[in-house]
T-cell receptor, first 115, second 113 residues
Framework: GEQVEQLPSSLIVQEGASVLINCSYT??????FPWYKQEPGKRLQFIID?????ERKQNQRLTLLFDKKTKHLSLHITATQPGDSAIYFC??????????????FGEGTQVTVIS | DAAVTQKPRYLIKMKGQEAEMKCIPE?????VFWYQQKQSKELKFLIY????????QIDMVKERFSAVCPSSSLCSLGIRTCEAEDSALYLC???????????FGPGTRLLVL
């Protein structure tokens, strides 16, 4: 089945600096890639997504890049704030013709923003 | 639309007991998913419902869990006989379709003693 690898597993960044999280997947049938943020005690929050027919998507301080050829994604967060401290998850969804919409998740990246 | 709701938030069971948790998906969402998360690590897919019908599930769910969506506004996940390894956060999500954004509930944290 699909496997998603995410790196790094954790990082610490100074407030105002940028963060880069890398994600790779194995199954070329994956076509939809949502990212989520999980803060302690809070529900998993959708932050940005991209489909396989796109190469780049931006949402305010978030930029998501997608390389279909190398099966690689990268999430760039600029001008980090303390509120960005969280675990970030990359996920992949395969096109199964409606038989399953399950997401396969990476292990997460713990981002800590220090002042 | 109201956010995905899950109850209870916390559940403590003894080994061998039965556990049940519930999920109310967002109104209008026809796809419902359950995931298991241990120690803030990656979420593990358990089962997927589309229009209240189970279409995909892992073997562990077939063997030891019971999951139903009796209506579009209520789903439940049960563990017939709890084991220590079942201690985890159980997350429910819903979406409009199988490849649409999934929105997650706050989860039910199960502790099996």
């Amino acid at each position: 089945g699909e496997q998603v690898e995410q790196l790094p597993s954790s990082l610490i960044v100074q407030e105002g600096a940028s963060v880069l999280i890398n994600c790779s997947y194995t199954d070329s049938a994956s076509v939809y890639f949502p990212w989520y943020k999980q803060e302690p005690g809070k529900r998993l929050q959708f932050i940005i997504d991209i489909r396989s027919n796109m190469e780049r998507k931006q949402n305010q301080r978030l930029t998501l890049l997608f390389d279909k050829k190398t099966k690689h994604l990268s999430l760039h967060i600029t001008a980090t704030q303390p509120g960005d401290s969280a675990i970030y998850f990359c996920s992949a969804n395969m096109n199964t013709g409606g038989l399953s919409g399950k997401l396969t998740f990476g292990e997460g990246t713990q981002v800590t923003v220090i002042s | 639309d109201a956010a995905v709701t899950q109850k209870p938030r916390y559940l403590i069971k003894m080994k061998g007991q039965e556990a049940e948790m519930k999920c109310i998906p967002e109104k209008g969402h026809t796809a419902v998913f359950w995931y298991q998360q241990k120690q803030s690590k990656e979420l593990k897919f358990l089962i997927y419902f589309q229009n209240q019908q189970p279409l995909d599930q892992i073997d562990m769910v077939k063997e030891r869990f019971s999951a139903v969506c009796p209506s579009s506004s209520l789903c439940s996940l049960g563990i017939r006989t709890c084991e220590a390894e079942d201690s985890a956060l159980y997350l429910c999500s819903s979406s409009r379709g199988d490849q649409d954004t999934q929105y997650f509930g706050p989860g039910t944290r199960l502790l099996v003693l």
